[in-house]
C-alpha cells in the first residue's frame, strides 16, 4: 500500500511486496477481495478483472495496485477488532475470519490479551489462574489477564461460581445473611449462598464470631466453655459459647437454661443466694442420739436372730 513514482528498487530481495493473505478492500465503492501490493508508476500491466490489481507482478510485487493506494479502502471487514492488513501482515490471522483458529475467541480479543489468535488450545486453558478458562472469560468480558477483574479481592471464578458479577465489587453485600460479607465468606471458604455452609445448625457468620469452624459440623456438639451447654444449644438461647455465665449474675448459663431463668438476664436468676440459705434451714435433720439409737436397735435385733439360728444349729444333734 505504497506508492512509489520516479523510484526505481534495485532489488526485491529480502523483503515483502504484498500481503500474504487475500485482503477485503472496497475501490469507489465496490467491495473485491484479493491481494495487494504497491502502487508502481513504472507498471505497465493490465487489469482484465477489474479488481484494480495488476494481472502480473511488478519485480517482486505479486499485486501492483493500479492506482493511488489512497483509493483502496481496508478496515476491519471481519469485525474481530484488527485492522485487516495488521491481520495479513503481522498478526498472521485471516481477515476475512473473525475468529481464526476456531476457538470460539475473537482474533482481535486474543491479541489484546496476548493470547494465540491461530491456535485453539489456549481456550481452554486459565492464564491468570483464576478458576475461569480463557474462553470463560471472553463469554463473561472479564479480564483474562487479572485474576480479580473489578479489584474487590474475589477473583473472578470464585464470583462466578456463586452467581456473583465478577465486573462489580459486590465484596460488601451479605447474600445469605449469615454475618459474614462476601469477601469474609471467600477469606472463610464459606458458602456466600447459604447461611449455613456446614449445615451444623449455627450460621457462619456466628460461627465465625466466636471462632468456630464454619466448614466443620463436628463442632456443634462441643461445650467450649464447659457450661452444660453444647455450641448450638449456645446459638438457639443467643448465649456466648466462650463465656460460661454469659449474663454475669454467677449462675452457669446450662444451669440457668435447666431452672428456665433467662441465662442473659442478670437480675433473673433461678434461685438466690438467700433463698438458698433459707431453704437449707428449714431442712429437717435427725438428731445425732437419735440416729445412734435407731442404728442400734438395728443391730442388735439383727445380731440377735444371727446368734439365735447359730445356737440352734450348734444344739442339733445326728441322730443315733
Known amino acids: 500500500m505504497n506508492s512509489f513514482i520516479g523510484n526505481g528498487v534495485d532489488t526485491f530481495a529480502n523483503n515483502i ?17 484479493g491481494q495487494l501490493g504497491n502502487y508502481w508508476d513504472a507498471y505497465t500491466g493490465n487489469d482484465t478483472n477489474r479488481d484494480h490489481v495488476g494481472d502480473t507482478p511488478y519485480g517482486g510485487d505479486s499485486a501492483p495496485l493500479m492506482d493511488d493506494p489512497h483509493k483502496y479502502y481496508i478496515g476491519d471487514y471481519d469485525n474481530d477488532g484488527l485492522w485487516d492488513l495488521h491481520e495479513a501482515t503481522i498478526y498472521n490471522t485471516d481477515p476475512l475470519k ?21 491456535n485453539h488450545e489456549d481456550a481452554s486453558q486459565d492464564k491468570d489462574n483464576d478458576g475461569l478458562t480463557n474462553l470463560e472469560e471472553y463469554q463473561r468480558g472479564t479480564d483474562p489477564t ?5 479489584s474487590d479481592g474475589l477473583p473472578d471464578g470464585w ?20 454475618g459474614l460479607t462476601n469477601l469474609e465468606e471467600y477469606q472463610h471458604s464459606t458458602n456466600p449462598i447459604v447461611a449455613d455452609t456446614d449445615a451444623d445448625g449455627m450460621p457462619d457468620g456466628w460461627e465465625v464470631t466466636y471462632g468456630l469452624n464454619p466448614t ?3 463442632d456443634a456438639s462441643l461445650d467450649e466453655d464447659g457450661d452444660r451447654l453444647s455450641n448450638v444449644r449456645e446459638f438457639w438461647f443467643g448465649t456466648d459459647p466462650t463465656d460460661p455465665d454469659s449474663d454475669g449474675d454467677g449462675y452457669e448459663d446450662g444451669f440457668e437454661v435447666l431452672r428456665g431463668s433467662d441465662p442473659l438476664d442478670p437480675s433473673d436468676h433461678p434461685i438466690s443466694p438467700q433463698q438458698n440459705i433459707t431453704s437449707l434451714q428449714n431442712v429437717s435433720v435427725p438428731s445425732i442420739p437419735t440416729i445412734y439409737w435407731f442404728s442400734l436397735v438395728t443391730l442388735s435385733i439383727a445380731t440377735i436372730a444371727s446368734l439365735g439360728a447359730l445356737i440352734i444349729v450348734i444344739r442339733r444333734k445326728p441322730s443315733p
Not at 511486496?17 to 485482503?23: D, E, K, M, Y
Not at 476457538?103 to 489468535?117: C, F, R, S, T
Not at 487479572?146 to 473489578?150: A, K
Open 146 to 150: 487479572q485474576p480479580d477483574t473489578d
Open 17 to 33: 511486496w504484498f500481503a500474504p493473505r487475500p485482503l477485503a478492500y472496497r475501490y469507489e465503492g465496490i467491495w473485491h477481495i
Open 98 to 118: 473473525t475468529d481464526t483458529d476456531g476457538d470460539m475467541l475473537p482474533d482481535g480479543w486474543e491479541i489484546k490479551y496476548g493470547l494465540n489468535a491461530t
Open 216 to 218: 466443620n459440623s463436628s
Open 159 to 178: 464470583e462466578v461460581t456463586y452467581g456473583l458479577n465478577p465486573l462489580q465489587d459486590d465484596a460488601s453485600q451479605d447474600i445469605d445473611g449469615d
